[in-house]
């Protein structure tokens, strides 16, 4: 199985500090879903690993989420695309779960769900907890500088063979063409 990992806020949608509460906010980045179909139809299984706290602190319910998680889906049929696995932590910071990332928790339930390992697989990511999640698992760690992801750039203390691109088109576009750094 091909697999690959995705971040959802700041990688596949705007993201926002105050969080994306409603459907109406949910609005995908300029060539995200473009870029996911391309995955698809080279064979890729595309999960998304995404913490959502706005459940915790009462900002959205899960109602709300499972609609922006539909919109995210009815948009990418249009286009031809699809998504596997969606995997999301509705926990706080505090809440001491085993999903919410840096934790690999995402990363485990969606290997435990398509019978695979993480050893390599790709995950893309706009902040640390990404990459570092995907550390925690073998997986091949990918920055986006969309999102929080200048952000993450400007903290430093990042892998020194950690592959950075403007965003998941431009990712995609060079590793569909092997043209990876």
Known sequence: MKLIVLDRDGVINYDSDDYIK???????????????????????????????????????????????????RTSLEELGGELGMIAYCPHGPDDACDCRKPLPGMLNQIAAHYGVSMESVPVVGDSLRDLEAAIAVG??????????????????GLPDDLEIYDDLAEYVDQFLSGERP
């Open 139 to 156: 997986a091949h760690p990918v920055l986006v500088r969309t999102g929080k992801g200048e952000r993450t750039l400007a903290q430093g």
């Open 22 to 72: 409603s459907v109406e906010e949910w609005i995908p980045l300029p060539g995200s879903l473009e870029a996911i179909t391309r995955l698809n139809r080279a064979g890729y299984t595309v999960a998304v690993a995404t913490n959502q706290s706005g459940i915790a602190r009462g900002y959205y319910d899960l109602d709300a989420l499972q609609a922006m998680h539909s919109k995210m």
